[in-house]
């Protein structure tokens, strides 16, 4: 875990940054953008993003869910459920599109990979485990794992229990975005390099993925960098990241 006397006045200075460099919201969209932090996360790592894209004219659904205290197939339900009902109940919505930090993108996979929605957008996976990952396997054999990390975090990765390698390629439009920085020797010793530092770049690769880009960024903190706020704008107005 990160240790907070060094990570909550980082972050303490780059919601001060931004707030102090946001320009006038443009003219709102009839799209909404459904925001899932990844695992032991809370909505607060994704409120940057938040404000990014609400100032390009989104509106935003960022859902708060309890990633410790239930299986993927449940938080999916829980989560996914609640972004899309958040979105269509602010009224004049066309289409929904869905942005995700780690877990929150198995979470999308799973929950389409049951259910379909009219006005269905694009989603963007920032550091998602779609292969699994090995440090899920490596690490569960150590003490507080299960407690830390809970039922979900024992699905992410390569074994008999790994949900992301039992789903199909999404039939969605989707991109990814993956880091290639870490922060944590111990679990970035057991994955293949390049790594975040808790999944590796070619483990985040998925079959049918409309692009992909690697940055410069920890697993941590790659939902707050503004090359990746950029990357992410862009794919939902286009579809593409554009040129590297």
Not at 75 to 102: K, P, R
Not at 153 to 162: A, D, R, V, Y
Request: proline fraction near 5%; charge should be negative; charged fraction near 20%.
């Amino acid at each position: 875990m990160l240790n907070l006397r060094y990570a909550l006045p980082t972050l303490f200075f780059i919601v001060l940054l931004n707030a102090c460099e946001r320009q006038p919201a443009l003219e709102s969209k009839n799209e909404c953008v459904v925001l899932l932090h990844g695992l032991m996360r809370t909505s607060l790592s994704m409120e940057l993003l938040g404000w990014t894209l609400e100032d390009r004219g989104y509106q935003i659904a960022n859902i708060d869910y309890p990633s410790r205290e239930h299986r993927i197939e449940d938080l999916a339900t829980m989560a996914v459920g609640e972004g899309i009902n958040t979105c269509n109940q602010t009224g004049g919505v066309d289409t929904i599109h869905f942005v995700t930090h780690s877990l929150g993108g198995i979470l999308v996979r799973q929950y389409f990979s049951e259910n379909q929605i009219d006005n269905m957008g694009r989603v963007v996976m920032l550091g998602p485990p779609n292969q699994g990952s090995i440090a899920a396997d490596e690490m569960r054999g150590v003490p507080g794992f299960d407690w830390i990390n809970g039922p979900a975090g024992l699905q992410l990765g390569k074994g008999e229990e790994s949900v992301p390698l039992k789903l199909g390629p999404p039939d969605f439009e989707f991109a990814v975005i993956a880091g290639n920085q870490t922060i944590d020797p111990v679990t970035s010793a057991v994955l293949e390099d390049p790594d975040d530092g808790r999944v590796s770049v070619s483990d985040t690769r998925l079959e049918g993925m409309k692009d992909f880009r690697v940055v410069n960024a920890s697993h941590a903190f790659i939902m707050q960098k503004t090359q990746v706020f950029a990357l992410v704008e862009k794919f939902l107005r286009e579809g593409t990241f554009g040129a590297d």
